[in-house]
């Protein structure tokens, strides 16, 4: 079953200065439980992409299917994490983590359970009363995805979600996060500038070409570790040599 | 405050078991406050007494510049007539409706325009023009308007403070990081939960200092509105005190308003850090 199908999207955006060409033509779909990577040169419309799935923009020509059903404006199916953690400095983390459901109006007993549980295991239910800023860098980044994770999604985009952190946190969180979404049997799309981190978590990797992003090619990731988590793949025989072909296809010439 | 602290930091250093050095700082930095606070109050005594003795003394004519004894002779007196506290609150309250309404209302209006890029742009010269009319000059408009009442001088006030008030808070609202609003509406979020989840909590900060910046202006807004109406007020007092030449009465109206604002400002101030306890500003 296919959680995501793209089918020939474009992107343009008009401004009085002139039309910015996005994105032309890109095609690929996301079967269920995979986890894809996508990489390109910066501006080439990868966060464009990812607004288009979710609904919160819509593309100038072409069609998004999330399990079948057509995309018109954003959906209860799709969690999305951003750059930036942005919890709220006003509310505390337990109130942080029912941002989404207070906005979906679907702050049930069960679903206040799923945030206890989420919580507990991802070790943050003892500060669930502190403030944001009362933090590290790595918890509060997933304060972001329990209150992503307690809307229920089945798809998760995550658009650079993990820049912010610093390089060991980043690490950890890679595989926190990795786990969790293996876990909980979800589909994700992960948007990424940093080649390393797109090989030991993507099942596939679509490389994007610069302005006007296109899909260039798709790497199939197979990686002979044993104990499949991001940290230990990175020690796989094979990525290095994906690392080269990819770092050639982003062809950034410094 | 820092009697407080002056009876506090000696014990925690002994309890601590704090260096030397740093209880040697501690003293210097406590010396240091001590002394600043005694030069103010003594600056402040030597001039009243200054004051107090060129005026009996004939230097200066205290039918002119009044004098302390006589300030406090007014005060009494205006206690006796059963007026201080009539004059004081009709004053007091005033500003307060002012500058609660000022706050209130620009916000309220802020909202209209972020919501609406239409009316903003549409409102956009006539805010700059409003702006930088002095709002003093409509003064005789409002009387002639309203009548002279208590709500030409409200309406004064606002004149004063409200224009400051919805550019200050739209900009506030327009400063707010697109990601968190974008956050927002991943959720699927309509443009009130916008409204309600992040502009207005991020913005309470931006509010709050609106406020402060308000009650300053209420005050001018409300002296300048009882200058002109004068029925009854501390503005009243000073102008009729002026007009009948008691300058004694002028002098007391003045050195109670600054007392009046003073207090008010502070109330202010312990209000927002009372609410803005968990908002700082670092979002
Ligand atoms: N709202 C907008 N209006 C006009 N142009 C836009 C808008 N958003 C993005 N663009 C342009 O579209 C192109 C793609 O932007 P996008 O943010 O999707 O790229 P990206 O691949 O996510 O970049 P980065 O790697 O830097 O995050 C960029 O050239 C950008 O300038
Ligand atoms: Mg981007």
Redesign the pocket.
């Known amino acids: 079953m296919k959680a995501v199908e793209v089918h020939n999207i474009s992107m343009k ?1 008009q ?1 009085l200065n002139g039309e ?1 060409t ?1 994105l032309k033509d890109i095609g690929f779909s996301v079967q269920d439980g995979e986890f894809v990577s996508i990489v ?1 040169p ?8 990812l607004s288009i799935i979710s609904g919160l923009l819509s593309p100038s020509s072409g069609t998004v299917w999330l399990s079948g059903e057509k995309v018109t404006g954003t959906s209860g199916k799709i969690g999305y994490m951003l750059q930036k953690d942005h919890l709220f400095n006003w509310r505390t983390i337990w109130q942080n983590v029912m941002l989404g459901l207070e906005i979906r109006k679907a702050v049930t007993q069960e679903a206040k359970e799923r945030a206890r549980i989420l919580l507990k295991t991802y070790g943050l239910y003892e500060f669930k009363n502190r403030y944001p800023d009362q933090l590290s860098g790595g918890m509060r980044q997933r304060a972001a995805l329990i209150r992503t994770l307690v809307t229920d999604p089945q798809i998760l985009l995550l658009d ?1 979600a993990f820049s912010a952190l610093d390089y060991q946190t980043r690490l950890a969180v890679n595989d926190d996060i990795y786990s969790i979404i293996k876990k909980e049997n979800r589909t994700a799309i992960l ?1 990424t ?1 940093d080649i390393s981190e797109s090989i030991s978590m993507a099942d596939r990797i679509i490389v994007l070409s610069k ?1 006007p ?1 296109m899909v260039k090619n798709i790497h199939e990731i197979k990686l002979s570790c044993s104990n499949r988590t991001p940290l230990n793949c990175r020690e796989a025989p094979e990525f290095r040599h994906y690392f080269q072909e990819i770092w050639k296809e982003l062809d950034v010439h410094v | 405050m820092f009697e407080d602290e002056e009876e506090n930091i000696p014990a925690i250093s002994q309890a601590l078991n704090i260096s030397l050095e740093r209880q040697e700082y501690l003293r210097r930095e406590r010396f240091g406050k001590i002394s600043v606070r005694m030069t103010q109050i003594l600056l402040l005594v030597l001039a009243l007494v200054l004051w107090e003795i060129m005026a009996d003394a004939k230097i200066i004519d205290p039918f002119i510049t009044s004098q302390p004894s006589r300030i406090v002779k007014t005060i009494v007196q205006l206690y006796k007539e059963g007026v201080l506290f009539y004059h004081i609150g009709i004053t007091c309250l005033e500003t307060i409706v002012g500058f609660t309404l000022g706050t209130l209302l620009g916000t309220f209006l802020a909202v209209i325009l972020w919501w609406s890029k239409f009316i903003s742009k549409v409102a956009e010269p006539y805010l700059v023009i409003l702006n930088s009319l002095p709002k003093i000059a409509l003064g005789p408009v409002f009387l002639v308007w309203i009548g002279a009442g208590p709500a030409s001088i409200i309406v004064m006030t606002l004149a004063i403070s409200l224009i400051v008030t919805i550019l200050e808070v739209l900009n506030g609202f327009w400063g707010i990081d697109q990601e968190k609003i974008k956050l927002v509406q991943t959720f699927g979020g309509n443009k009130f939960q916008v409204l309600t989840k992040v502009v207005l909590p991020a913005s309470f900060p931006t509010i709050i200092n609106a406020l402060k910046i308000n009650v300053g202006l209420s005050w001018v807004g409300v002296i300048v509105g009882e200058f002109l109406v004068s029925k009854a007020g501390l503005g009243y007092l000073i102008i009729y005190g002026g007009q009948v030449f008691k300058l004694d009465l002028v002098m007391t109206s003045v050195i109670i308003l600054g007392v009046a604002a003073a207090i008010m400002y502070q109330g202010v101030v312990y209000l927002e850090r009372l609410l803005v306890k968990n908002n700082d500003l670092k979002y």
């Open positions: 955006y401004s910015i996005a390109g910066s501006g080439c419309g990868k966060s464009t992409l650079e948007v500038h302005r992003g």
